[in-house]
């Protein structure tokens, strides 16, 4: 029993998922924020115009770096990514996706409003491990990937 309380799961991955852009994909993203700050300007809405170029500078700044690689860690008293330790206090239920295209990844449900679903990617050879691991301690069910993290996906970011 006492190395059940001291159980943990750990493994690295990158904090995101990074897709090589070609110039196509930078000439697209300049002509279509040229265009919504030629909009908005034509508008009068100035200051929305220079968000939108500063806001499509810094998309294109970002685009280009590559991913860290962040510690993760499914554990006795909580989930951790990065820095970043979740209670399970703070999350309400999880789901493990097997069928992702990427491979599978884990998604849980958190009690904060700002941060209500946390997807992290997970080994297939721990899966089984975090799901016993993760079943003692919160319940099971079915989630899915926002729609905004399948459409940054689809267009490359």
Not at 87 to 106: F, K, N, R
Not at 118 to 126: L, R, W
């Amino acid at each position: 029993m006492p190395e059940d309380r001291t159980r943990a799961i750990v493994w690295e991955a990158p904090e995101h998922r990074h897709f090589n852009k070609n110039a196509d994909w930078y000439w697209a993203l300049c002509i279509i924020a040229l265009c919504a700050a030629v909009a908005a300007f034509f508008f009068g809405n100035f200051m929305f115009a220079v968000l939108i170029l500063v806001g499509a500078a810094v998309m294109a700044i970002q685009s280009a770096k590559p991913p860290r690689t962040v510690p993760f860690m499914v554990g006795t008293r909580g989930v951790r990514a990065g820095n970043q330790l979740f209670t399970y206090g703070s999350l309400e239920a999880y789901h493990i996706d097997e069928e992702d295209s990427w491979g599978p990844q884990l998604l849980l449900r958190s009690k904060r409003l700002y941060m209500p679903l946390i997807v992290i990617p997970i080994p297939e050879e721990y899966m089984y491990e975090i799901e016993d691991l993760l079943r003692e301690r919160l319940k099971e069910e079915e989630l899915e990937e926002p729609l905004a993290h399948k459409v940054l996906e689809m267009v490359g970011f």
